[in-house]
């Protein structure tokens, strides 16, 4: 069934009031969807480090908004324009981009050249906003997941199939994606490669997994946190470093008898990042995940990359991801625990002292 009839329908939704939280769950009207949009029923949706960090930052005196970007439902209606899912279909939400630049239309929809407006623009990129008549901002990332309902696109939407559990599925959208995909396609490590991850969250773990896929070795994991050091020696790391009783590069040093190929930093502190250039070898490079510009300035051809994504293309690299996880390769599943989404500020404080790696957020059915 096809309808693209804008009547308003009344969703629940996390707003974001106070700068730092509490968010509140509330009754809203969400228009839409229009032509080229789809309303999604929201089954699931991760909470992300991005997430938690606009909560620490934004105003939402001045602008309440509903966060929320690793979103997992049920297609409810689509429009008109949209060909590539149906009413019925699952799905797992991802970031958007704009379709028209010049990198989008090349196949490089992480480098759209309105990101930023069409993740953190709070708004469609006409200025519209479905959430208008609740006076609230939604949007973020395309689809404003912590809710009920979303709206999202055909650029942002991918299919999945029925027979997986689309609470298992909704963090490959942001998070998981971010961290293999740095590894596969940024990066493209190879066999035999070092590489070093500094901070073994849910982007650092994920990342873990895909090195240990591509066959690199050794794989370093670096972090304060015991619990999740263990997870990462588990899941493919060849080797720990406690940041808080060991000296990184001496560790590192000992271990390869040199440096690493290639460093992860995701911790956005500044000594880890210039720990991460003076452990790199010549030809190395450091992917930055932490919003910071990189360099190509550094001795002996190493570099610094700013990475977003993972440099993914969502609907081909989630399906790839999802294959890896059928068959065994990728358990992120076991980064997970599931919340009740009225537990929705308990699941940011547990991800916040890093007690819970990966929360999920489950909303039930209305
Ligand atoms: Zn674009
Ligand atoms: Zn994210």
Redesign the pocket.
Known sequence: MKNSEAHGQKIRAAVLREKGGPLKIESLELEGPRDDEVLVRIVAT?I????IDFCDDWDGTAKPVVLG??GAGVVVQVGKRVKSVDRGDHVILS?QSCGRCRQCLSGHPWACRHFYEANFGFKRLDGSNALQRSGVHGHF?GQSSFATHSVATERNIIRVPQDLHLEILSPL???IQ?GAGTVMNSLAVSEGASIAIFGTGAVGLAAVMAARIVGASPIIGVDFNPTRLELALELGATHIINNSQDDIASRISEITGSGVDYVLEITGNPRMLQLAIDVLNPQGTVALLTGTSGSDSLPEDRKTISVIQGDAVPQRFIPKLIALYQAGLFPFDRLVKFYDFSEINQAIADAKRGDTIKPVLLLSEE
């Open positions: 991760g992300c480090r991005t997430d970007h690793e970031y990332f959208g942001c998070g971010t």
